[in-house]
């Protein structure tokens, strides 16, 4: 049997995961610690990124501050 393609339907499926879980960041926001404003960034942006839990390593868009930012999900701003 040929290896291979399970071998690259595993990889096809391990990607899908990390792009829906970008497209699910995407719906979420931001809170810059530094300018304390919220943001949403487009989901290619947020592949690949560096995060503990709920924390986030982006560039703010506001002030343009490198750091840790909190996802928050729509409901739980107001
Ligand atoms: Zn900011």
């Known amino acids: 049997m040929p290896y291979g393609i399970y071998l690259a339907a595993v990889l096809l499926v391990a990607y899908a995961l990390i792009i829906w879980q970008a497209v699910l960041l995407s719906r979420c926001r931001f809170w ?4 304390g404003r919220l943001f ?3 989901w290619r942006r947020l592949l ?3 995060h503990v839990q709920d924390e986030w ?3 703010c868009p506001h002030c343009g ?3 840790w930012c909190r996802a928050k999900r ?3 701003e107001s």
């Open 32 to 35: 810059c610690k530094s300018c």
């Open 40 to 42: 949403a960034l487009p």
């Open 48 to 50: 690949f990124r560096q």
């Open 57 to 59: 390593w982006l560039v």
């Open 65 to 67: 501050t490198k750091g």
């Open 74 to 76: 729509r409901k739980e």
